[in-house]
């Protein structure tokens, strides 16, 4: 949330276009608060490749998508056509599962989007460390074995905030 006050805003501009590479903490959007304009961060690694909000859009509800981030760029694709076909509010109630995403999507109209997270969620680990590059950076500074990390990122990336934790979590498990 961008303010604790706020259960509507305003998408004033679109600092990233469908396509754009952009790493964790990079600007996507300006957002109006009720008390100011924000910048509205990436979380993680990825690819904008979706926008659904045009710049300009005022009054949005909080949680309402404005745009669809993937982490690979082949998945840019997927979405070049895609047009939601209903409005969908994402609260913490819906964050249970897949399912409760995409309400009563039957498994035969699954959008593109839904393909793609189940199968990023579903596909077997190569055992290759997903992190994003400035989680490594931290983690090789402070000599943190990430392969040891659990990581809460998309698709259990490990991000910034998992290292931040990890030299806590690590002393508290040798003593």
Request: glycine share 8%.
């Amino acid at each position: 949330m961008l303010s604790p006050t706020m259960d509507k805003g305003n998408l004033v501009e679109w600092k990233a276009k469908v396509g754009d590479h952009l790493l964790e903490g990079d600007i996507l959007a300006n957002i109006e608060t009720d008390k100011a304009i924000v910048p509205y961060e990436t979380v993680d690694e990825g690819y904008l490749a979706k926008i659904l909000i045009k710049e300009g859009t005022n009054d949005i509800d909080l949680g309402t998508p404005i745009g669809i981030f993937v982490p690979e760029k082949e998945d840019i694709a997927a979405f070049k056509d895609y047009v939601p076909e209903k409005k969908v509010k994402i609260t913490s109630e819906s964050l249970g599962g897949i399912e409760d995403l995409f309400g009563d999507i039957k498994p035969e109209e699954k959008s593109p989007l839904v393909e793609i997270v189940e199968e990023k969620l579903t596909k077997p680990s190569t055992g290759r460390v997903f992190i994003s590059p400035k989680a490594r950076k931290l983690a090789e500074k402070n000599a943190i074995d990430v392969a040891k990390l659990k990581g809460t990122g998309p698709g259990g990336r490990i991000i910034f905030q998992d290292v931040l934790k990890a030299p806590k979590e690590m002393e508290e498990k040798v003593v």
